[in-house]
């Protein structure tokens, strides 16, 4: 199947920046989407952002002008700059990979093992 490994979560202050960065491993034969979740303290889960095998980058607006995605599709990787971090944006982050592997048709989802961020006023 596929594994998702996460990194780079941690405590940082108001205003501050962390860097997520998530490797796929696994029978992959190809990934389509890439992207980082996040789940807050009773909240739903909510897509942070998101970015296809050919670049194109989808935020919450929540995130837009803060937050970058960036891939690479050679390494099956995926990062998530996060600048201005705010107390709001503390929750679990969950890496996310739309993949085909050698044993199933067809894309389905898979899900890292999260990693938490938080953010202090």
């Known amino acids: 199947q596929v594994q998702l490994v996460e990194s780079g979560g941690g405590l940082v202050q108001a205003g501050g920046s962390l860097r997520l960065s998530c490797a796929a491993s696994?029978?992959?034969?190809?990934?389509?989407?890439m992207g980082w979740y996040r789940q807050a303290p009773g909240k739903q889960r909510e897509l942070v952002a998101a970015?296809?095998?050919?670049?194109?980058?989808n935020y919450a607006d929540s995130v837009k002008g803060r937050f970058t995605i960036a891939r690479d599709n050679a390494k099956n990787t995926v990062h998530l700059q996060m600048n201005s971090l705010k107390p709001e944006d503390t929750a679990v982050y969950y890496c996310?990979?739309?993949?085909?592997?050698?044993?199933?048709?067809?894309?389905?989802?898979?899900w890292g093992q999260g990693t938490q961020v938080t953010v202090s006023s």
């Open positions: 996310n990979a739309d993949a085909r592997t050698l044993y199933r048709v067809g894309y389905s989802p898979y």
């Open positions: 696994g029978s992959i034969v190809s990934i389509n989407a």
């Open positions: 970015i296809t095998s050919g670049g194109s980058t």
